[in-house]
T-cell receptor, first 112, second 115 residues
Framework: GDSVTQMEGPVTLSEEAFLTINCTYT??????LFWYVQYPGEGLQLLLK?????DKGSNKGFEATYRKETTSFHLEKGSVQVSDSAVYFC???????????FGTGTSLTVIP | DTEVTQTPKHLVMGMTNKKSLKCEQH?????MYWYKQKAKKPPELMFV???????INESVPSRFSPECPNSSLLNLHLHALQPEDSALYLC??????????????FGPGTRLTVT
């Protein structure tokens, strides 16, 4: 079945460091891919998405490229801020659009 | 407006109580979802409603009973819960137009504690 494998955390970075959170997927067909962010005590917020191969999703300085050849959707940010501290979930939507498959989540802490 | 609202924000209930969680969206979405999230884990899908009809029930115990009164509202009725049901309950919504795939928008959740 479809699945998402996400890099284990927690990740701790200094402010202004470069961030990469790895995400790979297994799916039949051509899924859509998403990154969600969850701040402490809150629900999930859509951070960015990509719906077909080679699409690049971007938002708030974060970006991720849908790589079909490597079945990956890695999240990157060039310079993290303390306010980026949160849990990040990679997700895949199957062809019906009703089922989301979430990765295990990666906790990011950015220290000043 | 991409807001999904949920009430209450926090709920404490005993194992013999009956309570309900409410979710509302005004984005014109026709698919709505209930998820359960335990600490430090990803959300787990419980139910999916599509055009106000239950389309997916992920083998959820009958002490959880969903209801979709109209296209904007989704309820989750709780009865005779167990302490292990304590979790964050998240509601989400999305478009549902056949073959296209749309992102889900999540509410802030209800933090449920069963005593």
């Amino acid at each position: 079945g479809d699945s998402v494998t996400q890099m284990e955390g927690p990740v701790t970075l200094s402010e202004e460091a470069f961030l990469t959170i790895n995400c790979t997927y297994t799916a039949t067909g051509y899924p859509s891919l998403f990154w969600y962010v969850q701040y402490p005590g809150e629900g999930l917020q859509l951070l960015l998405k990509a719906t077909k191969a080679d699409d690049k999703g971007s938002n708030k300085g974060f970006e991720a490229t849908y790589r079909k050849e490597t079945t990956s959707f890695h999240l990157e940010k060039g310079s993290v801020q303390v306010s980026d501290s949160a849990v990040y979930f990679c997700a895949l939507s199957d062809r019906t659009g009703n089922q989301f498959y979430f990765g295990t989540g990666t906790s990011l802490t950015v220290i000043p | 407006d991409t807001e999904v609202t949920q009430t209450p924000k926090h709920l404490v209930m005993g194992m013999t109580n009956k309570k309900s969680l409410k979710c509302e969206q005004h984005m014109g979405h026709r698919a709505m979802y209930w998820y359960k999230q335990k600490a430090k884990k990803p959300p787990e899908l419980m139910f999916v409603y599509s055009y106000e009809k239950l389309s997916i029930n992920e083998s959820v115990p009958s002490r959880f009973s969903p209801e979709c009164p109209n296209s904007s509202l989704l309820n989750l009725h709780l009865h005779a819960l167990q302490p292990e049901d304590s979790a964050l309950y998240l509601c989400a919504s999305s478009h549902d137009r056949g073959r296209d795939i749309y992102e889900q928008y999540f509410g802030p959740g209800t933090r449920l504690t069963v005593t």
